[in-house]
């Protein structure tokens, strides 16, 4: 059984930092390209970052040099470190792994909340 479980959301003050964690079970995480998405309310869901199994990675322009991807492949965990963060943050967070061959290999999820307030 495949899961997907994130962590670290919560409530953070504008210009703050929060770092997100998703681990995965069920997986050979190597093989997986590991993505977070974010939707904030009333918005449709949004990629923000990924990294390929051999670690490259690339970013949304609205988080580029303020959000930081990486993953522990040894302990099959994606990590997004979120710096300097602005209330058009707030959202909730979601983990998504994609097979980097079988397109049918796509796993989410449930989303941790992130909210950006004074």
């Known amino acids: 059984q495949v899961q997907l479980v994130e962590s670290g959301g919560g409530l953070v003050q504008p210009g703050g930092s929060l770092r997100l964690s998703c681990g995965t079970s069920?997986?050979?995480?190597?093989?997986?390209?590991m993505a977070w998405y974010r939707q904030a309310p009333g918005n449709q869901r949004e990629w923000v970052a990924h990294?390929?199994?051999?670690?490259?990675?690339n970013y949304a322009d609205s988080v580029k040099g303020r959000f930081t991807i990486s993953r522990d492949n040894a302990q099959n965990t994606v990590f997004l470190q979120m710096n300097n963060l602005n209330p058009e943050d707030t959202a909730v967070y979601y983990c998504?792994?994609?097979?980097?061959?079988?397109?049918?290999?796509?796993?989410w999820g449930q989303g941790t909340q992130v909210t950006v307030s004074s």
């Open positions: 998504n792994a994609a097979h980097t061959l079988t397109r049918s290999l796509n796993y």
């Open positions: 069920g997986i050979r995480f190597s093989s997986y390209t």
């Open positions: 990294i390929t199994g051999s670690s490259s990675t």
